[in-house]
């Protein structure tokens, strides 16, 4: 295995979130191995930092050799804001969402260039999808994501478009001037709409959670199945439930909290 040059240099802790780093959802599991090979590290150096994040909670060890995230480096992440206060807040007016039309519900954040989700809700009859909890995805190609690259700013936007834009179906937009279009007329109508971008036979409506001053906290879309088209009817309750949100935020919010707390997820956007 061809070590990175940089790797000596990083310091222990970094070798150790470089490690946590590795999992993704389509890599819960690894073995001593793969960890070394993902985090581009000595198989030594992983062996004896695999065995203290054991022994912390940050890491779990099957039967069979597999290492997985420990429950205790899950209990730490619940601490953070975005994954507290604004999912505490958020959730009771999802729940009335959901019971109004069983349909998959999502809240997410804008994080860096993805859509990181940190709610969802969903039931037997919802359209199967690929997001969950603690998934990141394309801002470009999902209905909470291009809710939130509305309200981002012209920076960012050009930022955005500077990157290559993923293909997921044969819907889905790659055309910078037509994505421009479509994040214009997302913000001019004040919603976001998907049909078959991100998975085919799912399609979704969005709106932002504005936080006053401050962008918006985060976004709360539906996904339905498409063969039923008339999202815009779906847009008031959306709308009601996001100012909702807004205003048990800004109700609830103590100084530092919106510059130290969830808001700072938003990096890249305007301010």
Request: proline letters at 6%; charged letters at 25%.
């Amino acid at each position: 295995m061809a070590v990175n040059g940089d790797a000596p240099r990083r310091s222990m802790a970094g070798r150790a979130l470089a490690l946590l780093g590795v999992f993704d959802p389509a890599h819960p599991r690894l073995r001593l191995t793969e960890l070394a090979r993902r985090a581009d590290l000595p198989l030594a150096t992983v062996h004896r930092l695999t065995g203290e994040l054991v022994s912390w909670g940050a890491l779990e060890r099957d039967a069979d050799g597999y290492y997985s995230i420990g429950l205790r480096l899950w209990e730490a992440a619940t601490l953070a804001p975005v994954a507290g206060r604004l999912r505490e807040v958020a959730l009771p007016f999802m729940q009335d969402l959901y019971e109004a039309t069983r349909e998959n519900i999502h809240l997410a954040v804008h994080d860096g260039f993805d859509a990181l989700y940190v709610e969802k809700l969903s039931g037997h009859r919802s359209v199967p999808v690929i997001s969950r909890i603690g998934a990141r995805l394309p801002l470009h190609s999902t209905g909470v994501g291009k809710a939130l690259l509305a309200r981002a700013g012209a920076e960012f936007l050009r930022s955005y478009l500077e990157r290559p834009l993923p293909r997921f179906t044969r819907y889905t937009i790659t055309e910078r001037a037509r994505l421009v279009r479509e994040v214009r007329a997302t913000a001019r109508r004040g919603y976001a709409l998907t049909n078959e971008e991100m998975t085919l036979g799912s399609c979704s409506v969005a709106v932002p959670i504005p936080v006053e001053g401050h962008g918006p906290a985060g976004a709360l879309g539906i996904v339905v199945r498409s063969v039923r088209t008339d999202l815009h009817r779906l847009v008031p309750d959306l709308r009601a439930a996001a100012d909702a949100i807004a205003r048990r935020l800004d109700e609830s919010r103590v100084p530092g909290v919106a510059e130290g707390g969830f808001v700072h997820l938003a990096r890249g956007g305007s301010r």
